[in-house]
C-alpha cells in the first residue's frame, strides 16, 4: 500500500494526507464513483474530497459504510474528508444548514475540512455549476466567513477554508476573521502554477491544494491541451513516466513543502 506524506494545517488536530482523490465528474456522479473511491483505499489513500454540487457526497458516504465493513479501514478517524459550500447556500443563514445537510449525505457526525467552493453567491435554490448571470450574486464574505466559523465552533467540521480565491478576497476576509482559513484549494498543474498565489498564502500560514493536477476534465465540453502537450509528455518519456505520474509528482501537486523541496532537488539535477 501507497505511503502518502502527510501534511500538518495551522490548526488542524490531524494531519492531511498530501494526495487526495476528487469525487467530481461530468456528467456529475457516474456509477462507476462507489468502487473508484473503494479502489482508491485499498490502494491507501484515504484524503476524499467531494462538494455538495459534485452529488457525489451521498456515494462517499456510502462508500466509507462499505469501506468500514469489510475492514478496508478500521474507523472513520483514519479518513480526512473534505466537502464544500456552493453559492446557492453561500448566505450567512444558510451555511450551517448546508453543512448539516451534506453531513446527512455523507452519513457523518464531522467532517475535517469545509470550503467555500467560490467566491461567489447566488440565488438560492439554483445549484447549478454554470450560473445564470441573473441568478450571480456577490459574495457577503465577512458574514458567510462567520457563518463558516460558526460551523467549526459546533464541531460539524475540524478545519475550514475556502476555494478558487485569489490574495483580494482572502485580504477582505481576514479583516474580520476569528479564524484564518487552512486551505485555499485551486486549480493548479505544470501550465498554471499559481506562484504569486502561493507566495501569499505561503505567508498568511495557508496551505495551497491543487485540483485538477492533471489539467482537468478531459471530456466532449472542456478540451484537455495540458495531457496533449509535447513538451510534457516528453518530459515523461524521457523519465519512464507517465504523463499522470509526472502532472501528479510536479510542484503543482497539492503545495506540499515537503514534495516542493524534494522537486527542487530533484529539478535542479535531472531537468
Ligand atoms: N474546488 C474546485 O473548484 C474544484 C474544481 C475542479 C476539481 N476539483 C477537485 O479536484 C479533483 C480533480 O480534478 P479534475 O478531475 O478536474 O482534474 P484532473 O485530476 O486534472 O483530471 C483530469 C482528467 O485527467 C484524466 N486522468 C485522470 N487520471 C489519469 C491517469 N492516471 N491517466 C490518464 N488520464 C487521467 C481524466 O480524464 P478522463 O475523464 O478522460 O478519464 C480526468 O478527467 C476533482 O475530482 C475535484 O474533487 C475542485
Redesign the pocket.
Known sequence: MAVIPEIRLSDGVKAMPAVGM????VPFAPASTKPAILHAMELGYRHF???SL?ETEQILGEAIIEALSIGLIASRSELFITT?LWCDQAHPNLVVPALRESLRNLQLDYIDLY?I??PLSSTPGTRRLLINRDDALPLDIKSVWKAMEDCQKLGLTNLIGV??FSPHMIDKLLVTAEVSPSVN?V?M?PAWQQVKLREYCKEKGIHVTA?????????PLFK?QL?ESEVLNGIAKARGK???QM?ARTRCQLGCEELQQREVKRESSNF
Open positions: 476528487g469525487t467530481a465528474d474530497d467531494t462538494a459534485y464544500k470550503l467552493h467560490m476555494s478558487n484549494q486549480e498543474h485540483y485538477s493536477p492533471l489539467g482537468g476534465y478531459n471530456g484537455n495531457m507517465t504523463f499522470a502532472g
